[in-house]
């Protein structure tokens, strides 16, 4: 079993309509969590990032996590066609600095 | 602040061949990560550096992969002989501690990344 798994998509969503990308983690003691969006060709951007129980928002993002149910996810609200990009879920677990991606889902936003 | 600063940004190099790769963190930031990138194996962690000390090499795959932090503000990564499966997106990234009194404290951000191409 992977560490952190992620529907590898693609993901093709209607422009406007919300975007959901979920992500499952194997190891309880799993501390923070981070979401990262990738352009093709372009470095890792940290978009999210959520510590505790519950929803946490910027802008269009929601991050959600449920520590019990060993579950993160990302929703994209009025999603735009440049929302299309490759989206990384990331965990750290206590006492260690090192971060355990997913392999990505690739998100479409559809014109 | 300035972001993470890598160079060169794309090597070619030939089989054999010694490859340099550079990187200077955002200023403050007291942790230093070597990732690797491929379509197969997605993103890897390769050694990471705390304060300048070489905390983790496990993700190195072989003695010809090597890594130097010699002060805060530089880090190298070099490969000796390169090999063509050792062709890939290779970043640097840095974060601040949560005892280092920083915002946003475990939170990596990357630089822009070199794409070597070993031939």
């Known amino acids: 079993q992977k560490e952190v798994e992620q529907n590898s998509g693609p993901l093709s969503v209607p422009e406007g309509a919300i975007a959901s990308l979920n992500c499952t983690y194997s190891d309880r003691v799993s501390q923070s969590f981070f979401w990262y969006r990738q352009y093709s060709g372009k470095s890792p951007e940290l978009i999210m990032s959520?510590?505790?129980?519950g929803d946490k928002e910027d802008g269009r993002f929601t991050a959600q996590l449920n520590k019990a149910s060993q579950y993160v996810s990302l929703l994209i609200r009025d999603s735009q066609p440049s929302d299309s990009a490759t989206y990384l879920c990331a965990v750290k677990n206590f006492g260690n600095e090192k971060l355990t991606f997913g392999t990505g889902t690739r998100l479409t936003i559809i014109p | 602040d300035a972001g993470v600063i890598q160079s060169p940004r794309h090597e070619v190099t030939e089989m054999g061949q010694e490859v340099t790769l550079r990187c200077k963190p955002i200023?403050?930031?007291?942790?230093l990560f070597w990732y690797r990138q491929t379509m197969m194996r997605g993103l890897e962690l390769l050694i990471y550096?705390?304060?300048?000390?070489?905390?983790?090499d496990s993700g190195m795959p072989e003695d010809r992969f090597s890594a130097k932090m010699p002060n805060a503000s530089f880090s190298t990564l070099k490969i000796q002989p390169s090999e063509p499966r050792d062709s890939a997106v290779y970043f640097c990234?840095?974060?601040?501690?949560?005892?280092?009194?920083?915002?946003?404290?475990?939170?990596?951000?990357f630089g822009p990344g070199t794409r070597l191409t070993v031939t």
């Open positions: 200023s403050g930031h007291d942790y």
């Open positions: 550096f705390n304060n300048n000390v070489p905390i983790d």
């Open positions: 959520i510590y505790s129980n």
């Open positions: 990234a840095s974060s601040s501690s949560w005892t280092s009194g920083r915002p946003k404290p475990y939170e990596q951000y």
